[in-house]
């Protein structure tokens, strides 16, 4: 009897909206999204409620979690390890069985911490309906692979998915504008694309991420603290209307290369620290000095060059003189004079490590000729 009530409570919540399909199980048709329950409607509901003011849930013995209703979802506390506390989600007791979660159309917001240690979720259906994701609501969701979330959504919270070891794909919706700080930190992406709308990467957005190779684009106009921060990258590029870099936002052991746009105005501390001998190349192409807030936002061993006709510059602005050894000039041609160049091979250009051009060597010193450190 049981058992029959439970299906019968399905049934009843689907009046109007479900169909039988050929493998048996049960579709719930909103709309313009289609789910299939992975046969919870054959199941027993073992627990059911409120989550929010007009939204519901339902929990079968399969472990499907079913959310519907309309509105908000409650924004949740986080109390761990199935600890109950005033603000704790009311599947708090199962917590770490739940295998899926359908979120029905009609839901407008994920709450904060709703879905938090769900340690065997593997999957997930948002609807178009939803127009936000909560703080930390998916944060270290171990088995989670991939997320599909709508172009409905315009905001992700601090650390949504935050520690999801196995997720690798997941889509930045359109009308998101800000990357919010450990949003994606300590996942598997390594690849990604970040939609035009977006003007800003939070502190630890994608630290410990898996990628080896990015372009922030110029949409983009802040990199937060340790935004990228221990991935293997090895080549970054930062587009023209990127304007500042926070600290360690690119403390990578791996990384060889990095190109930064003429717009970027301000470097943090330890953005681009050594952790080995192998050299690593930055090249700047502002003919202005970005201000720098520490001696240290280069290690000591990098070369980075910069716009020939600002050496002088650069070798005097304040932090860079620490670094002027490390400074070369770079020659910022078109096509056709780069040609010309290399054709006349007798040109020679001649600096000390002051950025003065000179027209010979002495005996004894550190020079910078065509672009090379030689030590006479």
Known sequence: MKKLLGILSVLVCA???SYAQADGSVAFQSSDVEMT???AAKGNVIKSGSCGANVKYELYDDYTLRIYGNGDMSTFGYWGDGVIGDTSVPWISEIKKI???VIEEGVTHIGADSFRDCYALTYVSIPNSVKSIGYEAFRECYALTKVAIPNSVNHIAEGAFYGCHSLAEINIPNGITSIENSVFNGCAI???TIPSSVKSIGNGAFAGCPFTEITIP???????????????????NISNGVTS??????????LEYVKIGKDVTEIGDK??????????????????????????SFGFLCTIYVPETALETYLNAPFWNEHADQILPKKYTTGISSIEREQSEKIVTIYDLQGHRVKEMLPKGIYIVNGKKVMK
Do not use: R
Not at 271 to 282: A, G, K, R, S
């Open 99 to 101: 295998k899926s979660v």
């Open 245 to 254: 870099i926070g600290d360690y936002a690119l403390s990578c052991p791996d």
């Open 15 to 17: 009046t109007s909206m």
């Open 190 to 192: 390594a690849e990604l």
């Open 271 to 296: 953005v681009f620290p050594q952790y080995h001998d192998e050299d690593l190349v930055i090249e700047f192409t502002s003919e202005t000095p970005a201000t720098l807030y520490s001696v240290e």
């Open 37 to 39: 329950w992975n046969g």
């Open 218 to 236: 110029g949409h983009v106009k802040s990199v937060g603290k340790y935004a990228f921060s221990s991935c293997p990258l090895t080549k970054v």
